[in-house]
């Protein structure tokens, strides 16, 4: 859930900017809930939600996993383009990066999960930083929005949930609870922390790296946001292909060309609609979900 659209603010003020900071805390609460959800899909599955939850449309829902992904990845590609050359003032930083996630993948990704959870930490750390050191207020909204926290949460479980529902194959029901609200619990913070934080640089393509340049933490924001691009690089990469080198290549090749368009302009077109896809898939999880359990008690 924590990944480099999070963290460089830009999520955040595609679906909450100008909204009362109550809509972000709420996306929390929704990412919570969906999380939920898909934790005991995967309980009950076994962690093979597709083919079992979803095997009517299970080609359909692996298809918008993976093109979902592909678009994130093209927005990782546009990032670390844009925090290399904020960075270290040069061009081709998505040719680097390409680079190196493909010899990552040559190598076995697993790797990149150690470094992900340094990652997280860091992230949280500065994010603390950044906050006490700036000190922001709130300032005048425009009004509370329902449907953006929905959408914030469906964009994140399209492949948050398939995630997750692989790591709770051998989980016990109160597993799911407990992740439920770890998640709601930390991203209600983090995610009306940021909020405030980016209220004065939502038009700007990382609202939080902006913020962090503001109190002089412009250069360790860079490396950290770059990291964490570089983590979401590798896991969406991973998702779309998994091992397959040729595959990794092309879809390599192809992300470079959209990357082009820009991190922010990638972001801004592509989420909304991968958040849309994402609800309808949570939608058709959570009757699957209702429906097993029924079945289960009439069964009892």
């Not at 929390?28 to 083919?51: K, M």
């Not at 009004?143 to 949460?153: N, T, V």
């Not at 902006?210 to 990291?227: D, E, M, N, Q, S």
Request: proline residues 3%.
């Amino acid at each position: 859930m924590i990944g480099a659209g999070f963290a460089s603010g830009r999520e955040i003020a595609l679906y909450f900017a100008s909204t009362s900071p109550l809509s972000p805390l709420l996306g929390g609460v929704f990412c919570g809930v969906f999380c939920y959800i898909f934790a005991e899909l995967g309980r009950i599955s076994d962690g093979d939600i597709l083919s079992f939850s979803f095997r009517k449309i299970s080609k359909f829902t692996l298809f918008l996993i993976k093109i979902s992904n592909f678009f994130v990845f093209c927005a990782m590609l546009a990032g670390c383009e844009y925090v290399i050359s904020r960075l270290l003032g040069i061009k081709g930083g998505a040719i680097i990066s390409a680079a190196l996630i493909l010899v990552c993948l040559y190598f076995g990704i697993e790797r990149i999960k150690v470094l992900n959870s340094i990652v997280v930490a860091a992230l949280i750390a500065l994010l603390l930083i950044i906050y006490f050191t700036a000190k922001p207020e709130i300032l005048p909204f425009q009004s509370f929005s329902f449907h953006s926290p929905i959408l914030y949460a469906s964009m994140n479980i399209l492949s948050g949930g398939f995630l997750i529902s692989k790591l709770t194959k051998d989980s016990k029901p109160i597993d799911s609870l407990k992740i439920a609200v770890i998640v709601t619990i930390v991203l209600c913070a983090f995610l009306v922390i940021i909020y405030l934080l980016i209220q004065e640089s939502f038009n700007t393509p990382m609202p939080l790296l902006f913020t962090a340049t503001t109190v002089g933490l412009g250069k360790i924001g860079c490396i950290i946001l770059y990291l964490a691009i570089f983590t979401t690089l590798a896991g969406s990469l991973y998702i779309i292909v998994e091992d397959n080198m040729k595959k990794a290549v092309i879809a390599t090749s192809l992300g470079l060309l959209i990357s082009c368009l820009g991190f922010q302009d990638i972001i801004d077109i592509f989420y909304p609609i991968i958040g849309y896809l994402g609800a309808v898939i949570t939608l058709y999880g959570f009757v699957k979900l209702v429906y097993r359990k029924r079945t289960s008690l009439t069964l009892l």
